[in-house]
């Protein structure tokens, strides 16, 4: 009886919930409800599972320090998790609950410094606490407040003066004296003076106004006039008169009338009292929160004051005696039978018969996971239904009460126990208790599986004894087929042993397995292992040279790689680029080399050569895939002789794509090929050029010969392009003074892109040895565009957005220079290289490079100037606009396709500008139409359309594309780069001789050569300090001669490919 009736001051469990553990709670208040029902006004207690993770390390320091101080015996660390189930957070929270819930009394203690924290776990339903949790801060702070000790808090105690010495201190600065016992009055006499300070405060409030309508009677007013602020005024009056009544007397009267002294009570209105009140019963002497919320216009000080003044009223002790009477009217304890129905976590009834092979539900071989038993009268689901975990009886009673298992889990870093030696501590928790892998459920695997580490599979004899015994019962392989279908061990368990006690009819025979001795392995591994290579002699060697064309883009490390990216360019497993739609990854030089040790299980690299990249490029996608299929076959001498050819024609490809008739010349977006092609790569333009063929191969990249027939071709295509340049921008200039139709001229340059392929085609009959039918070449070029041989209806589809920038960026070169002279916009288009740069580090994520990104910087201050050279309402504003319009959307071009194809070739460039003609033949006439119908351009069908100067336009920019795109077979790009750059000092040279006045400014001149320079500095190989480098070096060790040939034939060609190493800095 005694034990299920609550009071007022028990601490509790209470019950929320069937799966979690007992809530503790202090009962402050009982009461009914309107229905009938009893609640309770608890008080919140928190256990560590309750509270913030990161308070839980500030529960463990102050557990610390108690246990230094206190000078605590040592405890095993099973008692340390257990007294963390037993301690307490108290919390200045209220909640009401159901009475109902109530599940049983438990004792909470304030922790104290000669408490031995063992005696709390002998003692049933035993708590402690020591710090106070707010759940609002979520801050954890001491419940006692701490003896503060120092100078600090305490004043220091003067020594004790001996007899006769006088105290050197001036008392008039240290205090204030306020009333002399030692005086001439007597005190009757300071009686009848505090009579008369009653009477005239009495006087005062007659004659205030406000003090009469507050206190109407006399009584109220000689009440108010008694209390302590008349009397010590007037005991201060007689201070400050020196005790002369007479002199004091005239001080509480004087001319202007009498003194009147007013407290709290006075200065305080009905309404403020009212408020006060109200404040006081819902905050209680809480004096900071009752002036933030009820009083803000109260200092502190009133506040206080006043409640001492109210303690003394009628008011009060009218409402301490209706307080005590509802108090007694309240409820003082509460009878709650014993909780008797049954848990719904119970997940087995005693005598259950355990579930067989597939049939659902908790199996009888998991034991509990607190104290590892496999018996128990009862047992109770515990944690997610997935993990599939149980506890017996009598720890779900502990998990109930206290919050927590007997022994840490392994989330909490305790080990689970075993019956065996070391190998059993990587077991997992079933196999630890005697049982097979394959008995492990697919729940408890999805947990265990968590973390990748390393471990191993052991089963016991039994268990291997019951696979060749009970065979048929356990059925291997259907249990394989069903991996997530448990198996019931405990059955073939049983079943094994009653096999095992009967006698055999039969020994079982064991299959010995062959195995070579010693020395036949060691002589075998001795024939197998392969010879150490000599390194080559050359500065990089196979590995390095594929990872100087890696793109510097970062991404995530994977293992396994469907595909390599070469040069920066996305490329399957074959070497043909992706179509579009596909999505492709790159990761960085550095992540590359680190391979994860789970995908790696041997350290095997694989280098590519050559004569692989050749093979590779050869195949299909359907050899590809039969090739995979079989690893261990060789491939076919048709395949290794079409590789061989793919690899001579794939090595005349070597030219970039101009992005449109008003476009620079390309410098690369990425490096070129890697240095193992190099040799055959200079061998096949060698041949092209009229060299003796395969012959130099193996020397051309040391043959001075070669280098020097590159140069001479280069300064020649180099002025070239400069001529064909100015003459295409002056007549260009000159046609729209006739014919001012920017889009129509656009139009007819852009159809004669057609011809490009036939060019290509008949200098591939020229200087190739095998040659293909145009139907062959055409599809094989066009590869690289569609991903393999597709239709000419798809590389039309795949051309159709170039074929768009390629006429927008041409349309607005022309409008600019119908506003600017040519000199002009050829500076000005100059200014794409920078946005190409730009777009390609943001894009496509290049390296970045300091000096590029001042050239870039010098490029777009040289396009400010440029427009602000005649003004600022000028037509040269308008004009350079254009022509950075014009730039960006060429830079956009080269990007795109950057993105989309990669590096092309000679022959992919060719098909590319042939389809972007074709698709502006097909697709943009009706924008001609449509801008002649609607009067924005007029172009006359008579005579007087000028066909000649049409034509010649044309012609000059066909021939631009073409030294532009199938120039770099012969020479080096960066020729061609400067030959754009030398167009705009010709261009100047002819705006002088064909306007007669020169229309230079210096403003023009300093941003041409702001932009030129920045020009120069884009066009900076990617290793070019490392080169310098070198070639600085190679002069200060003599070895300058071949040396600086090296360095500047990678400055020529800015290939990364044959990077030198670094060498340390020069002395």
């Not at 020649?716 to 002056?730: I, N, P």
């Not at 916009?825 to 290049?846: E, K, M, N, P, Y």
Request: charged letters at 20%; hydrophobic letters at 40%; a positive charge.
């Amino acid at each position: 009886m005694a034990a299920n009736m609550y009071r007022v001051g028990d601490y509790v469990y209470f019950e929320n919930s069937s799966s979690n553990p007992y809530l503790i709670r202090r009962i402050e208040e009982l009461s009914k409800t309107a229905n009938g029902n009893v609640e309770a006004k608890v008080v919140c207690l928190f256990r560590r599972r309750d509270i913030p993770t990161h308070l839980n390390s500030l529960a463990d320091n102050n557990a610390k320090e108690f246990e230094e101080d206190s000078k605590q015996p040592s405890s095993s660390e099973s008692q340390k998790h257990q007294l963390k189930h037993r301690e307490l957070f108290l919390s200045r929270q209220f909640e009401s609950l159901p009475a109902t819930h109530i599940r049983g009394k438990c004792n909470v203690t304030l922790l104290n410094e000669t408490d031995l924290l063992t005696r709390y776990l002998e003692k049933e339903d035993s708590f402690f606490y020591s710090l106070v949790f707010d759940p609002a801060q979520k801050t954890l702070l001491a419940d006692q407040g701490e003896i503060r000790v120092g100078s600090k808090y305490q004043a220091e105690i003067p020594d004790r003066l001996a007899e006769g010495d006088l105290d050197g201190r001036v008392q008039e600065k240290l205090e204030t004296k306020v009333w002399d016992p030692d005086n001439q009055l007597k005190d009757s006499q300071i009686d009848q003076f505090l009579v008369v300070a009653r009477a005239v405060g009495t006087f005062a409030r007659a004659l205030d106004c406000s003090s009469s309508i507050r206190q109407p009677s006399l009584h109220m007013s000689a009440a108010a006039a008694s209390r302590d602020v008349t009397l010590f005024h007037a005991m201060d009056t007689l201070q400050r008169s020196g005790y002369d009544l007479a002199q004091a007397m005239c001080a509480l009267a004087p001319q202007g009338g009498p003194v009147l002294c007013r407290d709290e009570m006075e200065e305080w209105g009905a309404s403020e009292a009212m408020l006060f009140e109200e404040a006081l019963e819902k905050y209680g002497k809480d004096f900071t929160d009752i002036r933030q919320d009820f009083l803000p216009w109260k200092s502190l000080a009133s506040i206080v004051q006043f409640y001492y003044m109210w303690k003394t009223t009628d008011r009060y002790i009218q409402q301490k005696r209706l307080k005590a009477a509802e108090a007694d009217s309240k409820l003082k304890q509460v009878y709650i039978p014993t909780y008797t129905k049954p848990n719904p976590n119970q997940i087995m009834a005693p005598g259950t018969k355990p579930g067989m092979n597939g049939s659902a539900g908790f199996q009888k071989i998991l034991s509990c996971e607190s104290c590892f038993t496999a018996q128990s009268p009862q047992w109770y689901a515990w944690g997610p239904p997935s993990m599939q975990c149980r506890l017996c009886a009598s720890c779900w009673i502990y998990w109930k009460k206290y919050g927590g298992l007997k022994t840490p889990t392994q989330l909490e870093g305790g080990a689970r126990p075993s019956t065996e030696a070391a190998p059993r501590g990587h077991m997992t928790r079933t196999e630890a208790q005697g049982m097979p892998p394959y008995a492990i459920s697919a729940g408890r695997a999805k947990l265990l599986a968590k973390n990748r580490q390393t471990f191993i599979l052991q089963t016991t004899k039994l268990s291997r004894v019951a696979r060749r015994v009970c065979h048929d019962v356990l059925q291997p392989r259907r249990a394989a087929r069903r991996p997530y279908v448990p198996i019931n061990s405990t059955a073939v368990k049983a079943e094994c042993m009653i096999r095992l006690s009967k006698p055999s009819k039969a020994p079982v025979k064991a299959r010995a397995s062959p195995r070579a001795d010693l020395a036949t392995i060691v002589k075998e591994l001795a024939l197998q292992a392969p010879l150490r290579l000599k390194a080559p002699s050359s500065t990089t060697t196979a590995m390095s040279g594929n990872q100087g064309n890696q793109p510097r883009g970062a991404s995530n490390l994977l293992g396994k790689r469907p595909f390599e990216s070469v040069g920066g360019a996305e490329l399957s497993t074959n070497g043909r680029p992706f179509t579009s739609g596909m999505r492709t990854t790159s990761q960085s030089l550095v992540k590359r080399q680190k391979v994860n040790q789970g995908d790696s299980p041997t350290p095997v690299v694989f280098v590519a050569t050559k004569y692989t990249r050749a093979l590779r490029k050869a195949l299909t996608q359907t050899e590809m895939r039969r090739a995979a299929r079989k690893p261990h076959f060789p491939l076919k001498q048709d395949y290794q002789r079409r590789g061989t050819q793919r690899r001579t024609a794939m090595n005349k490809l070597t030219a970039k794509v101009s992005p449109s008739p008003a476009a620079v010349a390309p410098v690369a977006l990425s490096p070129p090929a890697p240095p193992d092609d190099a040799a055959g790569e200079e061998a096949t333009m060698s041949e092209m050029a009229g060299s003796e063929g395969d012959s130099a191969t193996g020397c051309c990249d040391r043959c001075p010969l070669v280098g020097i027939r590159r140069v001479a071709w280069g300064v020649v295509l180099g002025g070239a392009v400069a001529l064909a340049w100015t003459a295409s921008t002056h007549s260009a200039k000159l046609v729209l003074l006739k014919l001012h139709a920017p889009f129509f001229i656009t139009w007819f340059c852009s159809t004669w892109n057609l011809l490009v392929f036939p060019l290509y085609y008949l200098g591939h009959l020229i200087g190739s040895d095998q040659r293909q039918r145009p139907v062959t070449r055409f599809r094989e070029c066009g590869e690289a565009l569609g991903g393999g041989a597709v239709p000419l209806r798809a590389l039309l589809r795949s051309s159709a957005p170039f074929s768009v920038l390629w006429s927008l960026s041409g349309y607005l070169y022309l409008l600019a220079l119908s506003r600017i002279s040519a000199s002009d916009a050829s500076t000005v288009l100059c200014c794409s290289q920078a946005f190409t740069f730009l777009l390609s580090w943001i894009g496509l994520r290049d390296r970045f490079m300091g000096v590029r990104i001042v050239g870039a910087i010098l490029s777009i201050t040289g396009i400010v100037m440029m427009a602000y050279a005649d003004g600022f309402h000028s037509d040269s504003i308008t004009g350079v606009a254009l022509g950075v319009g014009s730039a960006s959307t060429s830079a956009l071009y080269k990007v795109l396709l950057k993105r989309r194809v990669g590096e092309v070739g000679a022959g992919v460039a060719s098909v590319l500008l042939s389809c972007v003609g074709l698709c502006s033949c097909a697709l943009h006439s009706w924008m001609c139409v449509l801008l002649y119908l609607t009067h924005v351009e007029y172009w006359p069908f008579s005579q007087r359309m000028p066909w000649d100067m049409l034509c010649g336009l044309a012609a000059l920019l066909l021939a631009f594309n073409v030294l532009v795109n199938l120039g770099g077979v012969l020479t080096y790009p960066t020729f061609i780069s400067l030959g754009v750059l030398l167009s705009v000092p010709a261009s100047t040279a002819a705006d002088l001789y064909l306007t007669g006045a020169s229309q230079l400014s210096q403003v023009r001149l300093a941003a041409a050569g702001i932009i030129g320079t920045g020009y120069l500095l884009l066009l900076l190989p990617e290793h070019w300090d490392d080169s310098a480098l070198r070639w600085l070096g190679g002069l200060w060790h003599g070895g300058w001669q071949k040396d600086s040939m090296a360095g500047e034939e990678i400055g020529i060609e800015g290939s990364t490919g044959a990077r030198p190493k670094p060498k340390p800095a020069l002395a």
